[in-house]
């Protein structure tokens, strides 16, 4: 119950993007803001069939924010349990995320996977307009389900630019001195994605 009060006073910043839509720069980017953040975990997944939401809560007790899955499945459960929280819808071209998260699972076949894109549809590789269709349709449920809370939700394409600006005003929270952290490598676009090791390394080189 303790937990639960607190979470009362501030919510939780809820990630409800699917993984491969810049769940890693969005977990980067609230870290560097001061939060600290929970992202995947599989020792969830179990709680949250069996409707164990105290288990769930004791499990993010001590974390800020939350994204990546199993978070994004469950935002609707997580708004009812965490009032005042905020929540980041991240995005990108339906093609593009469809290779990423296609390479990524690959053929590993986990429990969470059919969970999210159906009984024997776990690996994305193998049905293309099911996994589109999925991501496509969460999308669609997470804005309407914030129609007339619009303050509570804000999405973000990272890979049409979106950065600090537009995050830190939806948090209240000033924009900081270092870079916007860009952390995958990924094909965005035609553009590489600087990983933030790489960007240390050549803000170091310039300097010299």
């Known amino acids: 119950m303790m937990m639960e009060r607190r979470k009362k006073e501030k919510g939780l910043i809820i990630g409800v993007g699917f993984q491969k839509t810049g769940t890693s720069t969005l977990r980067e980017a609230l ?5 600290s953040v929970k992202d995947t975990s599989s020792r969830a997944l179990i709680p949250i069939l069996t409707g164990k939401w105290d288990r769930i809560l004791k499990m993010l007790q001590a974390y800020d924010a939350v994204e990546d899955t ?37 053929n590993l076949r986990k429990a969470e996977h059919e969970w999210i894109y159906g009984r024997g549809k776990g690996l994305p590789k193998e049905d ?22 619009k303050e509570d939700l804000i999405i973000l394409d990272f890979t049409k630019g979106d950065d600090w600006q537009k995050l830190c005003i939806f948090l209240n929270k000033e924009i900081p001195q270092e870079a916007f952290p860009h952390y995958n490598k990924t094909n965005w676009g035609g553009k590489k994605e ?9 803000q170091i080189r310039n300097s010299l």
């Not at 870290?31 to 939060?35: A, E, P, Q």
């Not at 269709?133 to 309407?144: A, D, F, K, P």
């Open 128 to 149: 293309k307009k099911n996994t589109i269709e999925t991501y496509r349709l969460h999308n669609q449920e997470v804005q309407e389900y914030f129609k007339n809370r």
């Open 70 to 106: 199993p978070w994004f499945m469950i935002y609707k459960e997580l708004d009812k349990l965490v009032p005042n929280s905020k929540f980041i819808l991240t995005i990108r071209d339906e093609e593009d995320w469809y290779k990423s998260v296609s390479k990524h699972i690959g």
């Open 31 to 35: 870290k560097i803001l001061g939060y």
């Open 194 to 202: 600087m990983t933030k090791f790489k960007l240390l390394r050549k």
